[in-house]
């Protein structure tokens, strides 16, 4: 039964991910509202956080293909995140968005788009490495500390 909930819940987690990133494109954001495009990159940030520590578990007990399925699931949120910024979101809805993500967009882009790669390149030497915390903590963590350092409110 744990299996089955397990499962269910991946299902519905990947529909949900789906119709964010259907509706995330930068044609769809001008059909979206500005509370829904913040909602949605909270959310996958949000997600991508559980999913991080959930990560950093199975990689330390040697769960490795559970990990990367989950390391996969990081990339394709960073990449939806990328179209998550649009000009008409910089406030409102209790976002956490600094300015200076529309003032420095293609920093902010190129660390969305390296976080993304970053989780393809774990998947591929999770296995392999002598240091799993160390490996994750360049790897994942690094890019998180990178973007809440500078371009997230302190809380």
Excluded at 11 to 37: H, P, Q, R
Excluded at 101 to 119: H, P, R, V, Y
Aim: contains cysteine; charged residues 25%; proline residues 2%.
């Amino acid at each position: 039964m744990h299996n089955l909930l397990k499962h269910t819940k991946r299902i519905f987690g990947t529909i949900i991910l789906s119709l964010i990133m259907v509706f995330s494109g930068t044609l769809a954001n001008a059909e979206l509202s500005v509370e829904d495009i913040i909602k949605s990159r909270k959310a996958l940030f949000s997600k991508n956080y559980s999913t991080a520590k959930r990560v950093q578990s199975f990689s330390s007990n040697g769960d490795f293909d559970e990990a990367i399925e989950l390391m996969k699931e990081m990339n394709e949120n960073y990449i939806t995140l990328l179209n998550l910024f649009p000009e008409n979101s910089k406030e409102g809805f209790k976002t956490e968005a600094l300015p200076i993500i529309w003032e420095e967009k293609d920093a902010f882009n190129a660390l969305m788009q390296k976080s993304a790669d970053d989780m393809i390149k774990l998947t591929s030497i999770i296995e392999d490495v002598d240091d799993i915390r160390g490996t994750l903590g360049k790897l994942m963590w690094a890019n998180c500390k990178a973007c809440h350092s500078k371009y997230r409110k302190p809380h």
